[in-house]
């Protein structure tokens, strides 16, 4: 397996990989990532989809891309996605799969389409005092000495974070910055996560800082994630007769671990109650999504919290995973990064409007007709005085194909699960979907006699609480998670978040469909190129504007310096006068 950038490898066709039909696969999970590995067998390894197994313990795909409409429930997402044009391994898969609503189109085209058309932007990307702008007015509110916190952090080698928190690295000039609200209530991040992770999200994403405050930087689906790219895959698997095994779990995967040499030798599932095994050969390829961020996740409803779970459960991702890990160090060390999950969760809540009474404090916040069918908040709109630290956000509307027209659906979530509400004087954890829509309605600027009548009978709102949503964010160092092929590996690959590819970076759609093209690439030795991470982060271009943009548009005349240090700088200046270099300073604003 190798990679290249450009187009020359991305318009190619493989061949037919050598012993592709005398290979079967097995893939644990039907996550992103297991159905682009699957996708990717299909397409690129032209393995027969009758030899493609796909194992979901759940009666459903999606993993945690999931939408769905349950009976005596409502409307649920766990969450969301945003996408980023430099998405490479997402669109290469996504160009060869059909959308299920335009005859002649591939899932690439429609989304490329829509985004064109109606490009996304916030026009109040957060609130305060109950619905007022919070004066975001595009600025990260940086200083000089957080700006260079900032840049060390971006030149630090990784081997000096490893298990460093974030709150070990910044401090107050960069935490309590619009920066920092900006980037935590975007991407999940707590200060105790890890300062790893963190520098690797901003070399990956160095060349959209500028579109943090705003949201010009991001993509989105017309649907729910569910709808929009779970069922086109699933169509497409179908199509080609990959099989699916639903309600089967897999509790072990069993290795026989030579010197030189791991194969994958036995699964353990349990199907229908009863426990079977199947055993493999080293032409039986083994694809595990180990761990899982959506792992013991439970829903409330309108009158009823959702339980908290701590517990790892027999069976779920992360005890299969501890059973894999204590078979080979070179399998991760999953307890790194599910051992407290007061740590790694946070809750999301789905609304839906009933009537006409909540819509128009939507309209007065995102400034938008909320039934246009475009963009309405154009991302989340985060209540920076929320004790939850509660954001908000509706997508365009509607979010799901059977949503009658005079609703729409939202999506809300808190950071701080643990902490008493503004309005409601409970944690989150501890309300019901009522209450929760409560505490969000208070944050719009309800008054405060209608909150609780419009909760009641104007919204429904379902709570969910998830133990490990952002477990893949706890420090960690090398060997923590294993790498997606492993050294030695015959027949197995690891997929997912808690994969270890160095190109990119997790948490994000793009990784989960990259560890499935390198697993696939690696074990049927497809004479293709996965493409390479988009290379801003050597970009001086991208490295100008970025620095630029988190100094709010300050020149670098204008730092803060003592008297050598403007000495130097004039000095410099000087040497580069009349060069490319001083044109290209100058066209990105830097002096």
Not at 15 to 36: F, N, Q, R, T, W
Not at 245 to 271: G, L, M, P, S, W
Request: hydrophobic share 35%; charged share 25%; net charge negative.
């Amino acid at each position: 397996m190798y990679y290249s950038s450009g187009n020359y490898e991305a318009f190619a066709r493989p061949e037919k990989p050598e012993g592709v039909d005398h290979k079967s696969a097995y893939i644990v999970g039907s996550g992103l990532a297991a159905l682009a590995a699957a996708c990717f067998l299909v397409r690129d390894g032209q393995m027969s989809g009758k030899r493609v197994h796909i194992i979901e313990k759940d009666p459903i795909p999606g993993g945690a891309c999931d939408g769905y409409q349950y009976d005596n429930l409502g409307y649920v997402m766990r969450g969301g996605r945003e996408m980023d044009n430099h998405f490479e391994c997402m669109w290469d898969l996504f160009r060869s799969i059909p959308s299920i609503e335009t005859e002649g189109v591939s899932v690439l085209d429609e989304y490329y389409w829509l985004n064109k058309r109606d490009p996304n932007f916030s026009l109040m990307r957060a609130t305060v005092n109950q619905g007022e702008d919070a004066h975001t007015d595009g600025k990260f509110g940086l200083s000089d000495k957080g700006a260079m916190e900032i840049m060390k952090l971006f030149f630090t080698p990784d081997e000096d974070l490893y298990d460093k928190r974030i709150n070990e690295i910044f401090d107050d000039e960069v935490l309590n910055s619009n920066f920092w609200l900006y980037w935590r209530t975007m991407f999940a991040f707590e200060n105790w996560h890890s300062a790893l992770e963190m520098k690797l999200y901003i070399k990956r994403f160095i060349h959209h800082v500028g579109g943090l405050p705003d949201f010009t930087a991001l993509r989105f689906t017309k649907y729910n994630q569910y709808e929009s790219m779970i069922l086109p895959m699933i169509k497409y698997l179908e199509a080609n007769n990959v099989q699916f095994h639903y309600n089967t779990k897999v509790v072990n995967v069993e290795f026989d671990i030579q010197k030189d040499k791991k194969i994958a030798k036995r699964i353990a599932v349990i199907r229908d109650g009863s426990k079977e095994n199947i055993d493999l050969t080293e032409n039986d390829l083994v694809f595990i999504t180990n761990g899982g961020c959506v792992e013991n996740s439970s829903l409330g409803d309108q009158n009823h919290p959702a339980p908290f779970n701590r517990e790892i459960k027999e069976g779920g991702g992360w005890d299969m995973w501890r059973k894999i890990a204590a078979q080979d160090p070179a399998f991760g060390h999953p307890d790194k990064f599910c051992y407290d999950p007061e740590q790694s969760n946070w809750m999301s809540a789905t609304v839906t409007t009933l009537d006409d009474r909540i819509p128009p404090y939507i309209r007065k916040i995102c400034q938008r007709d909320p039934f246009s069918g475009k963009v309405v908040t154009g991302g989340i709109v985060t209540a920076k005085d929320s004790n939850w630290l509660l954001s908000w956000t509706f997508n365009r509307q509607p979010q799901f194909r059977s949503q009658p027209k005079d609703q729409l659906v939202g999506w809300i979530y808190g950071l701080f699960s643990d902490k008493p509400g503004n309005y409601v004087k409970k944690t989150m954890r501890e309300c019901t979907g009522k209450e929760i829509c409560m505490e969000w309605l208070y944050h719009m600027g309800v008054p405060e006699n209608l909150i609780e009548d419009m909760a009641e009978h104007s919204a429904n709102t379902v709570p969910c609480m998830m133990p490990y949503i952002t477990a893949f964010f706890m420090p960690r160092s090398a060997g923590d998670r294993p790498a997606v092929v492993p050294q030695g590996s015959a027949n197995f690959a690891f997929l997912g978040q808690f994969a270890e590819t160095v190109r990119d970076t997790i948490f994000t759609t793009e990784y989960s469909i990259r560890t499935g093209m390198e697993a696939v690439y690696t074990l049927l030795n497809i004479d293709r190129a996965v493409p390479e991470v988009w290379g801003s982060t050597y970009d001086i271009r991208d490295l100008l504007n970025a620095t630029i943009q988190l100094r709010d548009g300050k020149k670098i005349t204008e730092m803060d310096q003592c008297l050598i240090e403007k000495l130097a700088l004039k000095t410099l200046l000087k040497k580069v006068s009349g060069t490319d270099i001083e044109k290209l300073l100058k066209e990105y604003h830097m002096i």
